[in-house]
């Protein structure tokens, strides 16, 4: 089958795609170790799909997650065939990220953290060079240095989102500093993330791929391509702002966006209480996971705030039974974790959590991460 130009591949559904394929190939009946690569796999390609869209590879990759051992084989080859049409029909998306960081160590094993199939990283040293490359080279994730020899991040940050051709570019903010405050400013500035210095390997790769996936599902779907395709995006006209505010997980009745903070931290469930009550969000507030999950499942919420290490349930397992959860999956999860738990943050991506904050927080960057995920910022 040809390749459709019309729409593109993610580097990182196809990754994923090839290494499920790559383990269909040695599957046999009561194979315990490639059964197990198979159904870990298949939930990860879950993760890629829209839960509203791709109705069909969704139930194929259920199906192998779900199947019992005997069946898993037979499962696992209707849904390899459905992938190797995908990865037969659309070419793989070319991604290009601007690391600007003054540097040279730094930038370059940033550039080799980041560097994988279908990516091209490249680099500028500060503020005059990364607007020369961006006139001539159009790019699709900026990681920005707050301190550079010729300027502040923090002011190219501004002239970034101001400018047309940039305006929704993600930028990921690196910085040395540690104050709250100054994370709270870049993101509440438009920063799409923040990464201290050093940088650790994972978590870098991490979150550069969830800020480009993110930008992927911001793009539309009609013109040529193939709707719900998994990872795909329609390539619109020549100089067309293709870019949209992210819709929210369902439908949601008129009035304030409702939000349920599972923290039992009184002083910090008061800030998050109160910061996003003066923002127009109403707050449900619990101390435990297990109260947390009955609430879920009962309530209707926008979005779902909760701590890491909450009594009952941990926040890790109330965001895997809401994965898990048909009904509840696409439901938007933020992580709140302590300051320097990297180990924590990337635990919870993997579980398919939307966002984290990391504590101490301040009110802006609170609702900077909120608005982001709900489509308001």
């Keep these: ?7 593109v591949l993610s580097p990182e559904f196809r990754a994923k795609a090839e290494a499920y394929l790559k383990a269909l190939e040695g599957a046999a009946p009561g194979g315990g170790e490639v059964e197990g690569s198979l159904r870990r796999l298949a939930r990860a390609l879950l993760q890629l799909l829209h839960p509203q869209e791709q109705g069909d590879l969704r139930r194929l990759a259920e199906g192998v997650v779900e199947a019992p051992s005997a069946e898993l084989v037979d499962r696992a080859r209707v849904l390899g065939d459905r992938l190797g049409e995908w990865l037969a029909r659309a070419p793989l998306r070319e991604e290009t990220v601007l690391v600007v960081e003054d540097d040279p160590a730094t930038a370059l094993l940033t550039e080799r953290f980041l560097e994988s199939p279908g990516r091209r990283v490249v680099k500028a040293q500060g503020g005059e060079e990364m607007w020369r490359l961006l006139k001539d080279h159009p790019v699709d994730l900026i990681l920005l240095d707050l301190s550079l020899p010729d300027s502040d991040g ?3 940050l501004v002239a970034l989102r101001e400018n047309p051709l940039t305006r929704h570019t993600p930028v990921v903010i690196l910085s040395g500093r540690r104050a709250v405050e100054v994370r709270g400013e870049a993101l509440a500035l438009g920063a799409d993330d923040f ?5 650790e390997p994972a978590l870098v790769r991490m979150v550069v791929g969830r800020a480009l996936a993110r930008q992927l599902e911001r793009s539309p779907k009609g013109g040529g391509g193939e709707p719900g395709s998994p990872g795909l995006r329609s390539l619109p006209p020549s100089g067309e702002d293709s870019q949209a505010p992210r819709q929210g997980w369902r439908a949601r009745p008129p009035g304030p966006p409702r939000v349920l903070l599972v923290e039992d931290d009184p002083v910090a469930a008061a800030l998050v209480r109160h910061r996003l009550a003066r923002d127009g969000f109403v707050v449900d507030w619990l101390t435990d996971g297990e109260a947390g999950w009955d609430a879920v499942r009962r309530g209707r919420y926008d979005l779902v705030l909760t701590d890491v290490k909450v009594p009952g349930m941990d926040g890790f397992e109330l965001l895997g039974r809401i994965r898990e959860s048909e009904a509840l999956r696409a439901l938007p999860v933020i992580l709140l974790t ?17 966002d984290y904050i990391l504590k101490p927080f301040s009110p802006a960057e609170l609702t900077a991460r909120v608005r982001r995920i709900l489509g308001g910022g």
Excluded at 1 to 7: N, R
Excluded at 195 to 199: A, G, I, Q, S, T
Excluded at 338 to 354: C, I, K, P, Q, T
């Design 1 to 7: 089958m040809p390749a459709d130009p019309s729409f």
């Design 154 to 156: 923090r002011d190219l």
């Design 195 to 199: 990464l201290e210095k050093p940088v």
């Design 338 to 354: 302590s300051l320097g738990r990297e180990e924590e943050v990337l635990r919870g991506f993997r579980l398919g959590a939307d």
